[in-house]
């Protein structure tokens, strides 16, 4: 079993969506035996970003977005994908950070069972559809706390110093300019 640091507190996320998505970066998810370090994420505040699920208001889909930091947001995409965002902000004000490239570095044999088509270990959870199969993490995990339970997010058990590159996110539409897409600077886990 390998080792992390402990498991980040309510207290991280509740804090601009942002500080959290760049704040991530390095962390460790942990679901059952896998884990990956946290390499690629986006911002989505809500307010005025268009390109935030919440940006319609409060939802039977968005409605965990609205509510406590530090919960799964888990939305199914293009009809095939399902994708993982950590809910940031205080409770009532949206904001979601989607999670979209994972380094592995536990359980790298069952990853490889769940992404068949993976060519090599750098094309396993590179991409927010191919992590979340990757992790064995669906729809059934939406609204779960990340703070205790089987999906939780894990400080590393040996901080690396990292550099933070911002870029505008990936595949949308709205708002599409602004810099709210985080990667680790020159890691080789980052989609594509």
Same mark, same amino acid.
């Given at each position: 079993m390998m080792r992390f640091g402990r498991i980040l507190p309510r207290s991280f996320y509740a804090r601009p969506t942002a500080e959290v998505a760049r704040g991530l970066l390095g962390k460790v998810i942990v679901h059952g035996? $896998?884990?990956g370090i946290i390499v690629e994420t986006e911002a989505y505040p809500g307010g005025d970003d268009l390109a935030s699920h919440s940006a319609r208001g409060v939802t039977n889909r968005t409605r965990v977005i609205f509510g406590p930091p530090g919960h799964a947001y888990v939305y199914f995409i293009y009809g095939m994908y399902e994708c993982l965002n950590l809910v940031a902000e205080p409770a009532g004000t949206p904001g979601c950070v989607l999670i979209r490239a994972l380094e592995p570095i536990a359980g790298?044999? /069952?990853m490889r069972r769940r992404r068949p088509a993976a060519k090599g270990i750098?094309? !396993?959870a590179n991409?927010?559809?191919k992590l979340t199969l990757a992790m064995s993490i669906n729809r059934s995990h939406y609204g779960a706390d990340v703070t205790r339970g089987t999906l939780v997010v894990r400080e590393p058990a040996v901080p690396q110093a990292i550099e933070i !590159?911002?870029?505008p996110r990936i595949g949308i539409t709205?708002? $599409?300019d602004r810099p /709210?897409?985080?990667l680790i600077a020159g890691n080789r886990f980052v989609s594509r």
């Open positions: 035996p $896998a884990a790298i044999p /069952l750098e094309d !396993l991409g927010p559809g !590159l911002a870029t709205h708002c $599409a /709210l897409r985080f």
